[in-house]
């Protein structure tokens, strides 16, 4: 069993900054491969970044990419996503989540193949 905790949401101006935190209970946390989602009010939950087990692969959505950074530091059983210059549309509820294995379609994964899922940390950006 795994519990996923996130922390670092709040209220953020936009063009702001935000580091979100989830730290995990897994014994071998190093053998999950790890996700971000969010989910909008009235919006489906959707990827943001994911990370390999290992952390030599990284992924972004569209939507996030060249301002974003997913990590993860095994020894600490944490996975991070800094996220800047931050916009409205950001907005949401952001979920860490963990996948036994690396057992995830890249470089874009569905929420369904994640088995462990956070409480969710709320980020919202104001105009």
């Known amino acids: 069993q795994v519990q996923l905790v996130e922390s670092g949401g709040g209220l953020v101006q936009a063009g702001g900054s935000l580091r979100l935190s989830c730290a995990a209970s897994a014994r071998y946390f190093n053998t999950y491969h790890m996700g971000w989602f969010r989910q909008a009010p009235g919006k489906e939950r959707e990827f943001v970044a994911g990370?390999?087990?290992?952390?030599?692969?990284?992924y972004y959505a569209d939507s996030v990419k060249g301002r974003s950074t997913i990590s993860r530091d095994n020894a600490k059983n944490t996975v991070y996503l800094r996220m800047n210059s931050l916009k409205p549309e950001d907005t949401a509820v952001y979920y860490c989540a963990a996948s036994f294995a690396d057992w995830v379609t890249t470089p874009k994964p569905e929420p369904y193949e994640y088995s462990y899922w956070g409480q969710g940390t709320q980020v919202t950006v104001s105009s």
């Open positions: 990370i390999s087990s290992s952390g030599g692969s990284r």
